[in-house]
């Protein structure tokens, strides 16, 4: 194939990938865990549709999807961490011979999809398990926002014969607070639903509260807009928080607060508003680890400076290293 | 008139009262100044269409329209203490005339509606003139919820010069919080808008924070759901919250739980929920006065022991006595 052909098909395919990927900013319904099993699909397609490439257009196409899926998801840890795996995964794969190379790097990269994909669902299956010590027979119990992790625990706490009902709030303006009560009553739970601003008025008939996370470092907990004054309140009220959340949601200092470039369009929230009003729709926030009692991972309950371990062990391939910031 | 006439006429009435005061329960934009003047205006139909009856049958119908106005909005201060002028007034008129009883009813009660207006509205410009020195010039403030209070305040400061901007919420489920930034928008004050759990992404940028009333009393402030979260935050952050209330906001503490009463239907917060999804609706909620920095009257900040003066010196109607509750 000669060289202006190749960039014509290459710029051709990355206007493809952006396509694939548009969904997964606009998805604001779905928790991290669900996320990530998308971009895991999105890598797939980008594989099996790459029979053409050379090794270093392969190579540059998961590039160019990684960086968009990043882009797209800037809170989220376990896309990022599935795109360095990505990434580690093609860099490691040399070979003189350019189709062996590709099919290595196709093989290669689908069995670490594979492995993450295991590695979240198993994850989740462990964070339910240790969980149930967590939730009070009989009483009532606060859910926030929409995580599948919070959500598979409770079913799980629930088909294992625990009885509790469940207080939420909406999560506007995406309503996937919504999402959250019909999951659950589907699953059988008794659900209580109310808006967000009444928090600090169901929270005092609630025993323990539980969220989910996008995104943790030693700062906090990145997770849906809200979750700052539910932990305010349930510190006040004196309600144990969990946050439940996958080692892989772990991520260095600088890199948590990329969360702060998810900015939404202002009509999500107030539809043709009256001039000299602007509308602020920010999805993501951080609440400190001090508001939090506890964040169950896979592996039980966190410690704080375990952090500093999982960050210094986790290997991060050199595109995704952020720059310092120059004063 | 026999009277069995005058009975049909009485229930003819009475359901014409009922009508009467409808949209004031079904009233969710208007703050608590709003609505009293429109109870007003009914009582003053009321007087306006009671020329046939007897002073009995005319105390009688006021004696409804007290009744209706309290239940529609338990949890608004000034209704009550309206309906409770109205009700000593009334009662107070004695003549062995009827004809000559009714008309002094008439005259009296009008008297007192317009008295009570008159003290509603200048008791709001001097909290306005009050309030200024708390706004600190060029930064941003905090308003919560729709006050007309809040709002002509703020319009006054501006008037006087004074440059800020101000960030609200939008106040689900009713969104009078849109009509706060569309008010002040139209008065020329810059507005962010934002949802309502979004207040803690905000309020690190406010200085100060406001907030209006529907009632007060020693444990606290009634206003609308959201106050306590809002409370909650300015208080972690070190931001001053006001609540602007004037003194016919005060009741005894027994009163101001009526607002325990108002429930509204769930519809109003989702409609059509799932099986197994019940929908909480409340209006209102109390902030202790412990979160609040402090409460601006007609007669500047109030001191709490106050309070107390206020409750004692009022002369409450003994229909409107609320029983104790027995154990």
């Not at 060289?3 to 990938?17: C, F, G, L, P, R």
């Not at 599935?82 to 860099?91: A, M």
């Not at 990269?109 to 939730?135: N, P, R």
């Not at 949601?249 to 999500?268: A, Q, T």
Request: charged share 25%; proline share 4%; aromatic share 6%.
């Amino acid at each position: 194939m000669d060289k202006s052909k190749s960039n014509v098909n290459q710029s051709k395919q990355s206007e493809q990938i952006k396509q694939l990927v548009e969904p997964i900013r606009d998805d604001l319904l779905s928790g991290a865990a669900e996320i990530a099993l998308r971009a895991i699909s999105i890598f797939q397609s980008v594989l099996a549709t790459s029979q053409s490439l050379s090794a270093k257009d392969l190579k540059e196409q998961l590039q160019i999807t990684a960086d968009a899926l990043i882009d797209a998801q800037p809170a989220m840890a376990s896309v990022f961490h599935l795109c360095n795996t990505v990434l580690l995964t093609s860099s490691a794969v040399k070979n003189a011979d350019d189709t062996k190379q590709c099919d290595q790097i196709r093989l290669d990269c689908a069995a670490a999809l594979e492995k993450f994909e295991k590695t979240l669902c198993d994850s989740a299956a462990e964070i339910a398990e240790k969980t149930i010590s967590l939730i009070p027979p009989g009483e009532l119990i606060f859910a926030y926002s929409f995580s599948s992790t919070v959500v598979s625990m409770l079913l799980h706490a629930r088909a294992k014969g625990r009885y509790f009902r469940v207080v939420c709030t909406e999560s506007r303006p995406s309503m996937e607070g919504r999402k959250l009560a019909t999951r659950l009553a589907a699953g059988g739970i008794e659900v209580i639903c109310t808006f967000d601003s009444a928090m600090g008025l169901v929270l005092p008939n609630c025993s323990t509260a539980f969220m989910g996370c996008d995104c943790l470092g030693r700062p906090g907990v990145v997770n849906k807009v809200g979750s700052y004054v539910l932990a305010l309140t349930c510190k006040e009220l004196k309600i144990p928080l969990y946050a439940l959340a996958g080692t892989e949601k772990i991520v260095s200092d600088d890199r948590l607060f990329e969360f702060e470039k998810h900015e939404r369009p202002g009509d999500e929230v107030w539809e043709n508003p009256p001039h000299g009003v602007k509308v602020l729709n920010r999805q993501f926030e951080l609440v400190p680890l001090s508001l939090i009692t506890g964040i169950v991972t896979e592996n039980g309950v966190l410690h704080e400076n375990e952090i500093n371990d999982y960050v210094a062990k986790t290997e991060i391939h050199e595109s995704l290293r952020l720059e310092a910031v120059a004063f």
